[in-house]
């Protein structure tokens, strides 16, 4: 771990899945539904939880132990992206005290958006189901630059787009890539501990770790 700098803020950037929202109850439905397809018994939430930061791709491995070169791999995702499409945002939920985050962030007149691997046809959507997309200065998905976490591009390009300086930036994030994604592009990057974290967080290229949203704030007197 190393030590933040002492640049002023001026943005924060936000990982989506298990760091600004708790998404983890509708994508285990859908893994779930997608199961019951095959007659196989639902998996508790708390099993499902650790992946639901890697997608369809993580939520598939553990639900049927398959890999993207398997047979039935694309019709299984289908089925997984049909349902979740349909159902984005019945349990999801902003994370405790992600709402009064993000109330003082704007009240300080600083910048603060979205930067996701999850596509830009689920994003969206979810955004506005959460009565966020139009306060969010930027929201940038997997599908958006010609790559994704862990390469820096979607973390440069929402920088460019909330006109602050990468230096400038926090990006807050629970998944290793987007450490360093944010190390790659030069941000201060924070681990979302309460999120889906793997135990593995100890070892990642970070300058700070939170257990509640609201303990990012200290990072702004910097």
């Known amino acids: 771990m190393t030590d933040s700098n002492n640049t002023p803020v001026q943005a924060v950037l936000f990982d989506l899945d298990g760091t600004f929202a708790d998404t983890a109850p509708d994508l285990a439905a859908a893994l779930n539904h997608t199961r019951a397809t ?28 398959i890999e993207p070169d398997d047979a039935d791999y694309d019709a299984l995702r289908d089925i997984f992206l049909e349902h979740y499409e349909r159902n984005i945002c ?9 709402s009064e985050l993000v109330n003082e962030l704007e009240q300080r007149g600083l910048s603060w958006g979205i930067v996701t691997n999850k596509p830009h046809r689920y994003t969206l959507p979810l955004m506005q189901a959460l009565g966020y997309a139009h306060r969010a200065a930027c929201l940038v998905s997997g599908d958006t630059c010609a790559h994704a976490k862990p390469h820096p591009l979607p973390l440069l390009h929402a920088a460019q ?15 290793l890539r987007d450490m360093q994604a944010a190390q ?3 941000m201060t990057g924070l681990v979302a501990r309460y999120g889906y974290v793997d135990g593995t967080e100890t ?5 700070g770790m939170i257990a ?6 200290p990072y702004l007197a910097r």
């Not at 070892?203 to 300058?207: D, L, S």
């Not at 509640?212 to 704030?217: E, K």
């Open 161 to 175: 787009l909330v006109s602050a300086n990468p230096h400038n930036c926090i990006y807050l994030g629970d998944d």
């Open 38 to 65: 095959r007659d196989l018994p639902p998996l508790p939430l708390e099993t499902l939880r650790p992946q639901a930061s890697h997608g369809s791709r993580g939520l598939l491995k553990i639900g049927f132990g």
């Open 212 to 217: 509640t949203p609201q303990a990012l704030l």
């Open 184 to 186: 790659a592009a030069g």
């Open 90 to 98: 019945v349990h999801t939920c902003l994370f405790s005290g992600m």
């Open 203 to 207: 070892g990642w290229p970070a300058h």
